[in-house]
């Protein structure tokens, strides 16, 4: 036998349970929002990081392609084409390229031929060079990809940055290649017309990105400019082709000389949702030997070929670790916080229990016999100090409620005796319902035995007819009326053998709509759901048709619903429903009528469809047993679930049943 806890256990446990399962669950939902709320502040940072270093590249994109069309439209470069000096293109076009930060710049005949560079004149007949950029007159530079031979045409001064090594990294995607012998460029080209509009040729300028060490590096002091990351942090920024590094302020995994990560390569993970999927990524990600807040934009060519990625990143553990301290301050705190209410709270709990000990040891003395004993007063004002000041005025006047509790017990006798008559009378009224219940089995035997008479005289009265013939037309209106009282007879003795044994008159089987049914037997109930002030709702998703006589499947559902009705007098909710069911014996549909009444009771359900079971008074009870009989006549089942609120009854109904019984 488990001993039931003291007053002082249960006050402790209630003082003591918020603090010690209340404020760590808010503890833990605080670390866990904090946590999540931080995360989404770096990958805020790292995308407002990606947004500036995006610009600054578009900014240098315009600035090629700026610097190519100044370049073109120079006066002194169309005075040499117009007046053939060709020999001193080559110091002109050095100049050009100087003046304009490029670092490498071509003339181009009006078919897009090499002409010359800073390095000298090319032949005239050679051939056209690939369209790179995507607008002759566009405002920004193209990203272009160009295979060793086409930059040696181009730019054979650049020719040594070329050639990267690739080097094995961690959770990169599987490749045969060992070098990148590709080059990554922007590149512009901008038309040279004469005076006259005539087009002389047109001037091509770019930079290579392959190990362009201080381009990169003045884009991490643009996006990371000294103190931008606190906590220690650094910021990185890498110019990728496909998913080598090309130019990168990464170090290598174990440099002791600060050697660039060039060469290496970015995950698999991030190179389909960039490069394959043409996302953003914006995520922690693994970069050569540490884990960073990452972003990475892919670079497309002006095909909208995506040929790179361009990346901005910050180092992520000092952040964790700042998130890290935060977190065991908040802990603290909360600990902190905790001792000292529950010191508090066990003080203001020893000062509630204690006089109520005080109070039930006095009761303790009390029921063993000293009647003396009393509480006395307490040091508290409060409502325990007035509980024990009337608990010891209860005790002063135990005595006059003693000989008040035998008057008290003399006329409890008295209702005692009372209730008993009432019980003998609800006896009698159970020995009168089971009266009424065989009264009707008998009633079903002898209507059934009345048929044969009834049969008898209707097949005398056909006789004499025939027998009699025009002699019988004097008598004709009161052979009609024995013909009426006969019928009449045989209606009675119907109703009564249906009531009986209603499986034995099973009606014509049809195909119906059970929604129809189900909206045709409410118009018949409409006064009882209005009286009541009862809403009707209804969920109709049956595809299919029951086979039953539709007069019978309506004498159901109209009992269904009058019961219904009856359960909620002061108003509810009548759920009315239909949906398509897979039973055993076919396919079928299942017909629903909830109720929002006081439900059934476990006895009740137990009796539900037996012969005059009813919960009314003035019911009979057979209600729903004819009704069931019904059902099964085509192969039907009716159930009765109790809900939590209220009942349902749920009519199965075969679509195609066998033929009826």
């Known amino acids: 036998m488990k001993h039931p806890l003291s007053l002082r256990t249960k006050l402790l446990l209630l003082s003591l349970l918020p603090l010690w399962a209340v404020l760590p669950l808010l503890g833990l939902i605080l670390v866990y929002w904090g946590d999540a709320a931080f995360d989404r502040l770096l990958i805020t940072k790292v995308r407002s990081d990606l947004a500036v270093a995006k610009g600054y590249f578009e900014r240098v994109q315009g600035e090629i392609a700026g610097g190519t069309r100044a370049a073109a439209s120079a006066h002194r470069l169309v005075h040499l084409l117009q007046n053939q000096r060709l020999q001193d293109l080559p110091a002109l076009l050095a100049d050009a390229r100087r003046e304009h930060q490029l670092e490498f710049i071509n003339l181009l005949g009006p078919q897009g031929e090499l002409r010359a560079n800073e390095f000298g004149l090319m032949a005239p007949q050679g051939a056209p060079l690939p369209e790179l950029v995507a607008d002759n007159k566009g405002d920004l530079a193209s990203v272009a990809l160009l295979e060793p031979e086409l930059l040696q045409q181009i730019a054979p001064a650049l020719r040594d940055r070329l050639g990267i090594p690739l080097l094995p990294t961690p959770n990169a995607a599987p490749s045969e290649r060992s070098r990148e012998e590709r080059a990554m460029v922007l590149i512009a080209r901008a038309p040279i017309h004469d005076a006259q509009g005539r087009l002389l040729g047109h001037l091509q300028g770019g930079v290579l990105l392959n190990r362009n060490l201080p381009f990169i590096d003045h884009l991490n002091e643009i996006v990371y400019p000294e103190g931008a990351l606190p906590a220690g942090s650094q910021g990185t920024a890498t110019l990728f082709l496909e998913d080598v590094r090309i130019s990168t302020n990464v170090r290598l995994f174990e440099s002791s000389r600060g050697e660039r990560a060039i060469g290496t390569r970015v995950s698999q993970q991030v190179r389909e949702q960039v490069l394959g999927s043409g996302g953003t990524w914006l995520a922690r990600a693994f970069v050569v030997k540490d884990w960073y807040i990452s972003a990475y934009l892919p670079l497309s060519n002006k095909d909208g070929q995506r040929v790179g990625m361009?990346?901005?990143?910050?180092?992520?553990?000092?952040?964790?670790?700042?998130?890290?301290?935060?977190?065991?301050?908040?802990?603290?705190?909360?600990?902190?916080?905790?001792?000292?209410?529950?010191?508090?709270?066990?003080?203001?709990?020893?000062?509630?229990?204690?006089?109520?000990?005080?109070?039930?040891?006095?009761?303790?003395?009390?029921?063993?016999?000293?009647?003396?004993?009393?509480?006395?007063?307490?040091?508290?004002?409060?409502?325990?100090?007035?509980?024990?000041?009337?608990?010891?005025?209860?005790?002063?006047?135990?005595?006059?409620?003693?000989?008040?509790?035998?008057?008290?017990?003399?006329?409890?006798?008295?209702?005692?005796?009372?209730?008993?008559?009432?019980?003998?009378?609800?006896?009698?009224?159970?020995?009168?319902?089971?009266?009424?219940?065989?009264?009707?089995?008998l009633t079903a035997s002898i209507a059934h035995e009345i048929n044969n008479p009834i049969a008898v005289i209707q097949g005398n009265l056909d006789l004499m007819r025939e027998l009699l013939g025009p002699a019988a037309e004097p008598a004709r209106a009161e052979i009609r009326l024995i013909d009426q009282q006969i019928?009449?007879?045989?209606?009675?003795?119907?109703?009564?053998?249906?009531?009986?044994?209603?499986?034995?008159?099973?009606?014509?089987?049809?195909?119906?709509?059970?929604?129809?049914?189900?909206?045709?037997?409410?118009?018949?109930?409409?006064?009882?759901?209005?009286?009541?002030?009862?809403?009707?709702?209804?969920?109709?998703?049956?595809?299919?048709?029951?086979?039953?006589?539709?007069?019978?499947?309506?004498?159901?559902?109209?009992?269904?619903?009058?019961?219904?009705?009856?359960?909620?007098?002061?108003?509810?909710?009548?759920?009315?429903?239909?949906?398509?069911?897979?039973?055993?014996?076919?396919?079928?549909?299942?017909?629903?009528?909830?109720?929002?009444?006081?439900?059934?009771?476990?006895?009740?359900?137990?009796?539900?469809?037996?012969p005059f079971v009813t919960s009314k008074a003035e019911g009979t009870g057979l209600g729903l047993w004819i009704s069931r009989s019904i059902v099964q006549r085509y192969q039907g089942e009716l159930r009765a679930e109790a809900e939590p609120e209220g009942a349902c009854f749920s009519l199965l109904l075969l679509s195609e049943p066998a033929q009826a019984a």
């Open 310 to 441: 361009l990346y901005v990143g910050f180092l992520e553990r000092p952040f964790q670790w700042a998130k890290y301290s935060v977190l065991a301050g908040v802990a603290f705190v909360f600990l902190a916080v905790m001792l000292l209410a529950a010191w508090v709270s066990l003080r203001w709990a020893g000062s509630i229990f204690r006089p109520v000990e005080r109070m039930a040891r006095t009761m303790a003395k009390v029921e063993a016999g000293d009647s003396g004993a009393r509480v006395g007063p307490l040091p508290a004002r409060d409502e325990l100090g007035s509980l024990a000041g009337h608990l010891d005025h209860l005790l002063d006047t135990v005595d006059d409620k003693t000989r008040a509790l035998q008057r008290w017990g003399e006329e409890l006798d008295h209702k005692v005796a009372e209730r008993g008559a009432e019980l003998e009378a609800a006896q009698a009224q159970l020995l009168h319902s089971e009266k009424l219940a065989t009264v009707g089995q």
């Open 487 to 610: 019928e009449r007879m045989r209606l009675i003795v119907t109703q009564l053998l249906q009531y009986a044994r209603p499986a034995e008159y099973a009606g014509y089987v049809e195909a119906v709509d059970p929604a129809e049914a189900l909206d045709s037997s409410l118009l018949l109930v409409e006064h009882l759901l209005s009286r009541a002030r009862i809403q009707v709702q209804r969920d109709y998703r049956a595809r299919r048709s029951v086979g039953i006589n539709r007069q019978e499947l309506q004498q159901v559902l109209i009992n269904l619903m009058v019961n219904a009705a009856q359960a909620m007098p002061d108003g509810g909710r009548l759920s009315l429903g239909t949906e398509d069911w897979d039973g055993p014996a076919g396919a079928g549909v299942r017909i629903t009528v909830s109720d929002t009444g006081p439900g059934l009771s476990p006895e009740m359900m137990a009796r539900l469809f037996q």
